[in-house]
């Protein structure tokens, strides 16, 4: 896919976090595109974390997903996710083996918004090296820069 398709993608990413700040969760989203393009499943945060640690959207999509497709199919589709996927969800892309992700900002700069907010004591561990870790050759793709300013106008007023 060019750098266009991952943008329209990671367009609809922005949306789906939208969505899940509006609904109360914390604002960040995920979605799984098929071999074909077609977008299969989106997913944002679900119960602020606080209460479910393992809400985030990457790690909820992966539940789902796999239970829907067989990891043959998941290994050709893509996930696009608004923020680099933290330790955790890298580690459930890695199991639910998804072959490619597609991230817009990273971590570093989900830090710079978050801050010492308790609510997110981001991990300094970028997904590659948590995917170089492993036995299989997950591609990453990211951070897209020309999207920095929609996602982390999502992100405004919402961290302490």
């Known amino acids: 896919m060019s750098d266009r398709d991952h943008i329209r993608y990671l367009k609809r990413v922005v949306e789906v976090s939208e969505a899940a700040r509006e609904s109360g969760n914390t604002p960040f989203g995920a979605l799984l595109v098929g071999p074909d393009g077609e977008i299969l499943l989106e997913q944002g945060n679900i119960e602020v974390t606080e209460r479910n640690c393992t809400g985030h959207a990457e790690t909820t999509l992966m539940e789902r997903a796999s239970g829907l497709y067989d990891k043959k199919f998941l290994w050709d589709c893509a996930l696009y996710t608004s923020v680099e996927p933290c330790a955790m969800c890298s580690g459930s892309i890695y199991w639910g083996n998804v072959g490619t ?16 907010d308790e609510q997110n004591p981001t991990l300094d561990l970028p997904c590659r090296e948590v995917f170089a870790a492993g036995q299989k050759p ?21 961290w302490t």
Do not use: C, N
């Open 101 to 116: 992700v597609v991230y817009g900002i990273s971590e570093k700069r989900l830090l710079e918004l978050t801050g010492d």
């Open 138 to 158: 997950v591609t990453v793709i990211g951070p897209f820069e020309e999207l920095d300013e929609a996602i982390v106008a999502v992100h405004a007023g919402y």
